[in-house]
């Protein structure tokens, strides 16, 4: 296996993803003006966002590992 | 429920080409790709990798629910779009990942058709007492910069010593997506989404999560389901510590030391586990 190219591949890309993203991000006062004449997004409907509490407690019953497939 | 692998494997949309072309580029179908290896096996042994390949099936959409979860908390505490666009894709990818391994599984057993996997529930880690936008860096850093990048290296040597066209061509179309799945956390720890403030909490964090996923793993000295047949791609309990040791120190510690993440605590207990 060679290691320094899963680095580069892995960690070196994925961070200048980041570092792209940033340096070309638009503003987002133009976002933010270029969205004022819609329509919304429902939010004040009756859709539930809240799909799973994604964002809240976890139910994992004091695990701390994801289920992964590796190798095993 | 069973379904045709063809029917899943080469629906249009989802990719230019199944993963079985890797294998035999003008094949029509999934069941007129030839593959010598497999077909040699006698019956006990493709009873056993077919459990595998099954059991592997059902892990990849827990894999991908775990990444919806991610998604979810990525939305509400703040992400950068190259992070949520590989995430979301993350959820797709995994389905698609669980018919590879159905389909590899009934061409083992020798049928036409394959078993998809029957419903589980699964754990999402709450890591207690994190809340917030940290836990939500938590939850990117355990699944994407350990299991996923670890992921690459293991299926990187499964397929280095596989002979088998289809498992191979399967491999290597998993470990595709796999990466871009690992990108997604160094990404998201190089984001201004993760602050100083926070990779300094982080470092503490780093054998807890190692610790989640990889004890089990490395505390265990059974061969693991397979390893008697490596043309097949599955590696040995050996060869796996090694994978992974490896993948550690050469791969995700320097990672976590170029985000500017204290990885002594978790060199220490990569130690303790060699």
Same mark, same amino acid.
């Given at each position: 296996m060679d290691t320094k190219k899963l680095f580069h591949a892995i960690v070196v890309i994925g961070m200048t993803t980041a570092a792209a993203c940033s340096s070309s991000s638009p503003d987002p006062g133009q976002d933010a003006a270029a969205d004022s004449g819609g329509g919304g997004n429902d939010s004040g409907g009756n859709k539930d966002v809240a799909v799973a509490d994604t964002?809240?407690?976890?139910?994992?019953?004091?695990?701390?590992?994801?289920?992964a497939w590796l190798g095993c | 429920m069973a379904t045709t692998p063809a029917a899943t494997g080469?629906?249009?949309? !989802?990719?230019?080409?199944?993963?079985?072309?890797?294998?035999?580029?003008?094949?029509?179908?999934?069941?007129?790709?030839?593959?010598?290896?497999?077909?040699?096996?006698?019956?006990?042994?493709?009873?056993?990798?077919?459990?595998?390949?099954?059991?592997?099936?059902?892990?990849?959409?827990?894999?991908?629910?775990?990444?919806?979860?991610?998604?979810?908390? !990525?939305?509400?505490?703040?992400?950068?779009?190259?992070?949520?666009?590989?995430?979301?894709?993350?959820?797709?990818?995994?389905?698609?990942?669980?018919?590879?391994?159905?389909?590899?599984?009934?061409?083992?057993?020798?049928?036409?058709?394959?078993?998809?996997?029957?419903?589980?529930?699964?754990?999402?880690?709450?890591?207690?007492?994190?809340?917030?936008?940290?836990?939500?860096? !938590?939850?990117?850093?355990?699944?994407?910069?350990i299991n996923e990048t670890l992921a690459c290296a293991v299926l990187e040597a499964c397929v280095a010593q596989g002979k088998s066209p289809l498992v191979r061509a399967g491999q290597q179309s998993i470990l595709s997506d796999e990466i871009d799945h690992a990108r997604a956390g160094w990404a998201h720890l190089a984001s201004p989404f993760v602050s100083a403030d926070d990779k300094r909490a982080l470092g503490p964090w780093l054998r807890r999560l190692l610790a989640g996923k990889l004890d089990a793993l490395l505390d265990e000295a059974a061969p693991l389901p397979g390893e008697a047949y490596p043309d097949h791609g599955m590696l040995s309990r050996e060869t796996f510590d090694e994978v992974i040791h490896s993948a550690l120190n050469d791969v995700v510690f320097p990672g976590f030391d170029a985000a500017g993440i204290d990885t002594t605590d978790a060199r220490a207990w990569a130690k303790e586990k060699s």
């Open positions: 964002g809240g407690g976890g139910n994992d019953a004091g695990g701390d590992g994801f289920v | 080469s629906s249009p949309g !989802l990719a230019a080409k199944a993963w079985w072309h890797r294998a035999d580029a003008n094949a029509q179908s999934f069941a007129t790709v030839r593959d010598d290896v497999i077909d040699a096996l006698e019956p006990d042994a493709r009873a056993q990798l077919a459990s595998v390949w099954q059991k592997r099936a059902g892990l990849e959409l827990q894999v991908g629910i775990g990444f919806a979860a991610i998604a979810g908390g !990525l939305v509400e505490e703040g992400v950068i779009q190259p992070v949520i666009e590989l995430v979301t894709g993350a959820v797709r990818d995994e389905v698609r990942h669980a018919e590879i391994s159905a389909s590899l599984a009934a061409r083992y057993r020798g049928d036409e058709t394959i078993d998809w996997p029957e419903p589980v529930k699964t754990m999402i880690p709450a890591f207690a007492p994190s809340t917030g936008r940290f836990r939500s860096t !938590l939850r990117v850093i355990a699944q994407c910069c």
